[in-house]
């Protein structure tokens, strides 16, 4: 992709063809505030949530004035990985050799890139420790803690696990948008090709872990993927925390 724009400024300089710019958007629409929120900050500060004090107080504002709220992790599931903290022993996909992600819904550990799931382990099977921790956030865990700072909040969430049953996607989607529903909680799923006009604040957490994928063109997806999330703000504000 980025070989094809390289192309094409070439031959825009040789005057072979016109480059056009979009000045302004669709129906002259103002593009929202993004605004870069340091968690290394947040952390100083004794907050430990994976939630920002500025985030946190825009979403209750939200609440407050009947408005809806997007929040994006690219990353689903409830844990990235699972490792006992005695031997270091990390539970990967047999097929893959990467690490599996826990679900706590199924109580299962699953592969996203083949599909591999087993079980979740209470002991581990290479020193027979029961000292089994979780790490990472997926978007599983985001919704739970969203649901214990939020209790009157309607909460939705959207990703591949929610969406498996025959026209699942849709409903999520009308429910969302008709019911007025809170906040929206997804993956890459909520950002493309939507249109919800009651949402006025999009906030994207652990915006940086897609800078650390292998792959040479993730700085160039990482900055697709916030334009895109950004502009399902229909007003002023878009939080990408790092």
């Known amino acids: 992709m980025l070989h094809q724009i390289l192309i094409r ?13 979009l000045t302004k958007r669709a129906n002259k629409s103002a593009m929202p505030n ?12 004794g907050n430990r949530s994976m939630i920002s004090t500025k985030l946190y107080e825009e979403i209750e504002k939200n609440i407050k004035n009947n408005k809806q709220t997007i929040l994006f992790l690219n990353r689903r599931g409830f844990s990235s990985f699972v490792m006992c903290r005695d031997c270091g ?3 990967k996909c047999k097929r893959c050799n990467i690490s599996l992600t826990y679900h706590e819904y199924s109580n299962s550990l699953k592969c996203h890139y083949c ?4 079980k979740n382990i209470n002991i581990c099977p290479s020193c027979k420790s029961k000292n089994i921790k979780y790490f990472g956030t997926g978007t599983e865990k985001l919704e739970l803690e969203i649901q214990k700072m939020f209790p ?3 909460t939705i969430r959207m990703d591949i696990d929610t969406v498996t049953k025959k026209n699942s996607h849709e409903d999520i989607l009308n429910k969302f948008k008709n019911e007025n529903i809170d906040i929206l909680v997804g993956t890459q799923m909520v950002v493309k090709g939507h249109h919800f006009p009651n949402v006025t604040l999009v906030g994207v957490i652990a915006a940086d872990n897609s800078l650390n994928i292998e792959d040479y063109r993730a700085n160039e997806r990482t900055f697709a993927i916030l334009t895109q999330v950004a502009r399902k703000s229909r007003k002023r504000r878009t939080r990408a925390e790092k």
Do not use: C, P, S
């Not at 993004?34 to 500060?45: G, K, T």
């Not at 599909?115 to 087993?118: F, H, I, P, R, W």
């Open 89 to 91: 022993y990390t539970v």
């Open 9 to 21: 400024l070439q031959k825009q300089r040789r005057g072979k063809i016109e480059l056009i710019t």
């Open 115 to 118: 599909g591999y799931e087993t």
């Open 34 to 45: 993004v605004e870069i929120v340091d968690l290394r900050q947040e952390l100083a500060n």
């Open 152 to 154: 009157n909040a309607r």
